[in-house]
């Protein structure tokens, strides 16, 4: 993420100064390395940070960095809204070609990431921040009342193209592959728990992979849409009214048919309206249908 300086000579670093040697003792030179090396002790001017300093004055494309909100007190759980922050922790790196954009996202209740702020009242999030860059003419996602968009996840974990970092350094890949198009560095290391539940997969996905589910939605202006309350109560209301009436009504044999048909059919319904980009509530209309199941069988088993 950027935010220390460098320390210590990197096993990378080291094998080009050994090659340099090499090549200086080759034509009968001699490199002074206690001088050499006391650069890598110098936090506040290590060699590789002022490369990748120099790299992101030198990019012909916007680079963005990350940041995080630092909070005076603990989101309440399930608020799924940002207290007012104190701070900002950013990257230490800066110039005309580089912005930054916070990656704090808040987690549901039950643990499932669905939901991410897309900007503060000053400060917007580093997937927004992208996207802009990208599409400086995008249209904006709505909000909610707190300022949360809803994630409208494109595919399951590990769809989107990954190159690794050591393959990217070798050069085993192929260019095309990046070139005209957002390029996310971030990890999928287990030993750094970086992964978050999704409501679209068992498997948990790389954060990284969910800022370029976020930054795909933003640049499509294909926002995910809950249903809301005045529609899931109208729904409750037709299947208590109309699902009691049908299963008092309908004859006995076709009772499993009919109380199996809908638990089994509105969760694919569900699944096929959120494809669409709109979010249909499960939990409670499938209660409703099995309450309304069990009173009309247990009714109709007593007369």
């Known amino acids: 993420d950027f ?10 670093r080291l094998q080009q100064l050994l090659r340099e040697y090499e090549r200086v003792a080759g034509d009968g ?28 004055d030198e990019s012909a494309v916007p680079v963005v960095l990350t940041s995080s909100l630092n909070f005076s007190e603990k989101p309440a759980e399930g608020s799924l809204k ?36 897309p900007q503060t009242k ?22 909610d009342s707190r300022g949360q968009v809803l994630i409208n996840y494109a595919a399951k974990p590990y769809s989107f193209r990954m190159i690794s970092f050591a393959d990217v350094l070798a050069g085993n890949y ?28 068992r498997d948990f996905m790389p954060g990284v992979e969910i800022n370029a589910n976020l930054i795909q939605q933003l640049i499509g202006n294909n926002p995910a849409r ?13 299947l208590a009214v109309g699902g009691s009436v049908l299963m008092f009504r ?15 059919l509105y969760p694919f319904a569900a699944f096929g309206f959120y494809q669409k980009g709109l979010v249909l509530n499960i ?15 247990i009714y109709r088993n007593k007369t």
């Open 283 to 297: 939990v409670y209309p499938e209660i409703t249908w099995l309450i309304c199941g069990l009173v009309a069988l």
């Open 250 to 264: 309908a004859p006995i044999r076709f009772f499993g048919w009919i109380f199996a048909a809908f638990l089994i």
């Open 174 to 201: 192929d260019r095309a592959d990046i070139e005209g198009k957002i390029v996310l560095v971030g990890t999928i290391a287990n030993i750094l728990q970086d992964f978050h539940p999704t409501p679209t997969s």
């Open 226 to 238: 809950e249903s809301g309350k005045v529609f899931l109560f109208m729904l409750i209301a037709l």
């Open 82 to 117: 940002f207290p007012e922050y104190k701070s900002v922790t950013g990257p230490i790196f800066n110039g005309p070609n580089a912005s930054t954009g916070y990656i704090n996202m808040m987690r549901d209740k039950d643990g499932v990431l669905r939901r991410f702020m």
């Open 3 to 12: 935010r220390e300086a460098s320390r210590g000579v990197s096993s990378l």
């Open 29 to 56: 030179g001699n490199l002074n390395w206690p001088s050499l090396l006391k650069k890598f002790e110098d936090p506040a001017a290590h060699p590789d940070d002022q490369d990748f300093q120099k790299a992101i």
């Open 122 to 143: 000053d400060l917007k999030s580093f997937s927004l921040t992208i996207a802009e860059k990208y599409k400086p003419s995008m249209d904006e996602n709505s909000a």
